[in-house]
C-alpha cells in the first residue's frame, strides 16, 4: 500500500489506516475475537497507522491494541496514535493542566504497555485550549523528556485547526473530511502542506451513511451513538454522520451511486476521494469485522478517480450537503 509522511512526526505511515473507535464502544457491541480479528486483517492487508482514543470504552480499545501487538502474529511497524483530554471532567478548558495531561497520558502508556506513545492528540478540547500556551508547553515538555514521541490535536472546526497548524510543535491534525465535509479543502489542507503538518482524515464514510448500505428502515443499537447522538445529545453532532441530517444523505448517497466507477462499492468511491486528496497523510475508517478491514485497505490500491467523479461529489455536495454543515463547522 502507499504511504505518506505523517507530518511533522517524520514516520511514514500506511496512506490508509485503522480508526479503533469501534473497538471500544458506541457502536454496538464487538467482541474481543472480533476485535483481534479487525487488528490483524488489517495489519496483514498493509495498514500501518491505527487511531484510537483513552476515552473509546474506557481504554478498552488501546487495551486491545496491546493485546495483537504483544500476539506473536502481530504485524511489525505499527504506529499507533490515540487521544487524551476527554477524560476531563468536568470537560473545560481549566482542566487541561500539567497533572491531568500527565495522568491521562500516563494511563494511555499502560493500556497500550509502552514508555513511549508514538503520537498523542488533544481530543477535540475545548476551543480555547488551542490557544493555552501553558498546555502546548506541557505537551513540548513530554516530548522531551520521551514520554510521547510526538502531539497532535484532533479538531471539530476549520478555525481550531488553523490555530493548531500554527504552532510549531504540532505534528498532525485530524479532522473529519469525506464527501459531506468538503470546506477542510479550502483552507485546512493547503496550510497544513505548507506548515508540513500531517492530515488525519476521520470519519470517512459519515459514520456509515456513505457506505451505501443504509436506508429509511436502518435502525442502530441502544448503545450505538448513531442512535444515542443524533442530534448531538452526548458529543458534538458533527461527529455523527458529519452532521447531515440522515434523510438527506441517503438522498446524497443514492446519488454517489452512479458516480461510482464500474464495479466499485459507494464506499469505495467515499474512501477513494479522500485518499486522491495530496494533502492527507491518511485516512481511518472504522471496522467491526474482518471483511470490513480488508476491504477498506484494498481501497489503498485502486486508481486515483477521474476528475468528472470529483466534479461529481462536489456538486452534490453544492447541492444537497453544503447548506447543512459548510458554516457550522
Not at 483481534?36 to 492487508?45: E, S
Not at 495483537?68 to 482542566?95: H, M, Q
Not at 446519488?255 to 497523510?281: F, K, M, N, Y
Amino acid at each position: 500500500m502507499e504511504s505518506r509522511k505523517l507530518g511533522r512526526t517524520g514516520r511514514h505511515v500506511s496512506v490508509v489506516g485503522l480508526g479503533c473507535w469501534q473497538l471500544g464502544a458506541d457502536w454496538g457491541d464487538v467482541d474481543e475475537q472480533d476485535a483481534i480479528g479487525v487488528l490483524a486483517a488489517a495489519a496483514d492487508a498493509g495498514v500501518t497507522f491505527f487511531d484510537t482514543a483513552d476515552v473509546y470504552g474506557d481504554g478498552r480499545s488501546e487495551q486491545l491494541i496491546r493485546r495483537y501487538l504483544e500476539s506473536g502474529a502481530a504485524v511489525p511497524g505499527i504506529t499507533v496514535a490515540t487521544k487524551a483530554g476527554r477524560r476531563a471532567d468536568p470537560f473545560a478548558p481549566e482542566t487541561y493542566t500539567d497533572a491531568n495531561l500527565r495522568a491521562w497520558i500516563d494511563r494511555s502508556r499502560q493500556n497500550l504497555g509502552v514508555d513511549t506513545l508514538d503520537l498523542v492528540q488533544l481530543h477535540c478540547p475545548p476551543t480555547p485550549v488551542y490557544s493555552d500556551d501553558r498546555v502546548f508547553e506541557v505537551l513540548d515538555a513530554l516530548v522531551e523528556e520521551k514520554v510521547i514521541a510526538a502531539y497532535g490535536v484532533s479538531v471539530e472546526t476549520v478555525d481550531e485547526a488553523l490555530t493548531a497548524i500554527a504552532r510549531p510543535g504540532v505534528a498532525s491534525v485530524q479532522i473529519i473530511v469525506n464527501a459531506f465535509r468538503l470546506k477542510p479543502l479550502e483552507r485546512v489542507l493547503p496550510a497544513a502542506a505548507e506548515a508540513g503538518v500531517g492530515i488525519i482524515a476521520r470519519v470517512p464514510l459519515a459514520s456509515g451513511l456513505l457506505s451505501g448500505k443504509y436506508d429509511e428502515q436502518t435502525t442502530f443499537a441502544a448503545n450505538d451513538h448513531r442512535n444515542f447522538n443524533r442530534n448531538g445529545e452526548s458529543f458534538d453532532v458533527g461527529e455523527t454522520f458529519s452532521g447531515v441530517p440522515f434523510e438527506v444523505g441517503l438522498d446524497a448517497v443514492r446519488e454517489l451511486r452512479g458516480v461510482a466507477p464500474e464495479g466499485w462499492t459507494t464506499a469505495q468511491l467515499a474512501l477513494r476521494w479522500i485518499i486522491d486528496q495530496p494533502q492527507v497523510s491518511t485516512v481511518i475508517p472504522g471496522a467491526r469485522n474482518p471483511e470490513q478491514a480488508r476491504s477498506n485497505a484494498a481501497v489503498g490500491e485502486l486508481e486515483p478517480l477521474s476528475e468528472e467523479a470529483h466534479a461529481a461529489v462536489a456538486e452534490v455536495y453544492d447541492r444537497l450537503i453544503r447548506p447543512h454543515v459548510h458554516d457550522r463547522w
